[in-house]
C-alpha cells in the first residue's frame, strides 16, 4: 500500500515527498488555543451543520456541537486559567494520530486537540474506509484546504508498519494510539523521537449502574428520557464503542422496573429506525447460548432482534464479552460500592442515574487503582471529553518552556 494524501481528493505521493513534507513540519507549531486554529475548528463544526449527510448521524452531529465556536471558546476559556505566568505554553510539536476502526469520529476528536495544542499533526486513516468515515475526512480535508491548512494536517492512508511509517514515526514528538491490546503492543515497539511521548489506549469495556429506587419513583417521561439516553450509548456505534456499556448493574431488587426500561429501550429502537443484521441478531444468540454453557449467565431474555438481556452472577466475566449489537448483561448489587469488586484496569466508563453526589465520589474512591477512568450520566458515555482514560490530553499534548525571574 502506498501512502495517499487528502488534500482534498486523495493523492499518491512517494516516500520521498512524504518524508520532505514531514520534515517541514518538525518545527512548525503554533502558540497553543491561537484564534486561527479555533477559527479552523469552527469551520469544521460549520461545514458539519451545513451537510445534510451530517444531520442525520448523531455521532456527526455530537462532533459539530463540541467543535462550535461557542463550545471551543468555553474550552479555551477554561485551558487559559491553566497558564499563570509561570511558564509560556507552547505546542508538543509533530504528533502522529493512529484511530481505531470501530469508532468513525475518535480520529476528529484526537486531531481537534492537538489542533487546540498547537501542533501540526499527522493522521493515518484506516486503509479501508466505510462510507461515512471517507466522507468526514474528505471534508475535512476540504476545510482544512480551503483555509491555507492543507499542509500543517496530512489526513493520509499508508502502511500500518514498514520503512516509512518507521521514518515519519522518527519525527514525531508525540503518537496517539488507539485501538486494541494488541495494536498497542505492536506500534509501541517503533520507535519515536527520542524526547517524544506516546500515549496507548487500548481495549477498554464499559457499564452503567441504575438505583432501583430512583427508577420506580420516576415519571413516564423521565423513564422514556433515560431509555433514550441509554439508547444513544448502547447503538450509536452499535455497542463497539470503549464507552458502551456491556453490564448493568441494578442498585436495590429491579423486579418488573428493569422489563419496563428495556421495553422502553426496545420502543426507541423501533422509533429511531435502528435496524440489526441479520448477521449480528445470529452472532448474538449463539453468543447467549455459548455463556450461558459456561454459566457466565443464570437465564437471557430476547427482547427483540435488537436487545439481548443476559442475567449474570458473574458480572465481571460478563464484562470482558466483546459481542456487541444490544448484547447486555444485567445483575443486582446492593451498593453501588458493591461494583468495584467487578472494576478492572480495562474498565472505562461507569454510566449512572438515580445517585447524587456523594454515592458518586464513594464509587470514585472504592475503584481508584483499580480501573474506571469516567463516571458520566447514561447518555453521555461516548461524549468525547479532553480528560480521557484518566490522561489529560491537551496537557500531554503541550510543554511548558518554565520561566523563573
Not at 5 to 19: C, G, H, I, S, Y
Not at 179 to 207: E, N, Y
Not at 224 to 238: C, E, G, H, K, V
Amino acid at each position: 500500500m502506498t501512502f495517499t494524501l487528502w488534500n482534498p481528493a486523495p493523492v499518491v505521493l512517494d516516500d520521498t515527498e512524504v518524508l520532505r513534507r514531514v520534515e517541514a513540519l518538525t518545527y512548525a507549531g503554533r502558540a497553543p488555543l491561537a484564534k486561527s486554529s479555533l477559527d479552523l475548528l469552527g469551520a469544521i463544526s460549520k461545514a458539519l451543520f451545513s451537510s445534510p449527510q451530517a444531520r442525520v448521524q448523531p455521532q456527526y452531529v455530537a462532533l459539530a456541537y463540541w467543535l462550535r465556536p461557542a463550545a471551543l471558546e468555553r474550552l479555551a476559556g477554561e485551558l487559559r486559567t491553566r497558564f499563570d505566568g509561570s511558564f509560556v505554553p507552547a505546542p508538543r510539536g509533530l504528533a502522529l494520530h493512529l484511530p481505531p476502526t470501530n469508532v468513525d469520529t475518535i480520529f476528529v476528536y484526537s486531531w481537534a486537540v492537538s489542533v487546540l495544542a498547537g501542533n501540526c499533526n499527522i493522521i493515518r486513516l484506516p486503509s479501508q474506509l466505510d462510507e461515512g468515515t471517507a466522507w468526514l475526512a474528505g471534508l475535512i480535508a476540504t476545510t482544512i484546504a480551503e483555509a491555507g491548512e492543507g499542509d500543517r494536517h496530512l489526513f493520509c492512508q499508508m502502511p500500518q508498519d514498514g520503512p516509512l511509517i518507521e521514518a515519519i514515526s522518527r519525527h514525531c514528538d508525540l503518537r496517539m494510539i488507539w485501538g486494541g491490546d494488541a495494536k498497542v503492543d505492536s506500534v509501541s515497539r517503533t520507535p519515536i523521537r527520542p524526547d517524544g511521548l506516546s500515549i496507548g489506549f487500548p481495549d477498554r469495556k464499559s457499564l452503567a449502574v441504575i438505583c432501583a429506587a430512583s427508577y420506580r419513583a420516576a415519571d413516564e417521561t423521565e423513564r422514556d428520557a433515560l431509555a433514550a439516553r441509554f439508547f444513544n450509548d448502547i447503538y450509536w456505534f452499535n455497542q463497539m464503542g470503549c464507552g458502551s456499556p456491556r453490564m448493568l448493574y441494578w442498585v436495590g431488587e429491579s423486579g418488573d422496573l428493569a422489563i419496563d426500561l428495556y421495553d422502553r429501550l426496545d420502543a426507541q429502537v423501533t422509533g429511531k429506525g435502528h435496524l440489526t443484521e441479520t448477521g449480528v441478531a445470529i452472532g448474538k444468540f449463539a453468543a447467549v447460548n455459548d455463556l450461558l454453557a459456561e454459566g457466565i449467565g443464570a437465564s437471557a431474555t430476547r427482547v427483540s432482534n435488537a436487545l439481548h438481556v443476559l442475567k449474570s452472577d458473574r458480572p465481571a466475566a460478563m464484562l470482558s464479552q466483546t459481542h456487541g449489537g444490544g448484547l447486555l448483561g444485567q445483575t443486582v448489587v446492593g451498593s453501588i460500592i458493591d461494583i468495584a469488586a467487578d472494576v478492572g484496569r480495562k474498565v472505562q466508563t461507569i454510566g449512572h442515574f438515580g445517585f447524587d453526589r456523594g454515592d458518586l465520589e464513594a464509587l470514585g474512591q472504592a475503584i481508584a487503582g483499580r480501573g474506571g477512568y469516567r463516571i458520566v450520566p447514561i447518555g453521555q458515555a461516548l461524549q468525547f471529553d479532553i480528560l480521557w482514560d484518566g490522561v489529560d490530553l491537551f496537557d500531554q499534548m503541550t510543554r511548558r518552556i518554565a520561566i523563573r525571574l
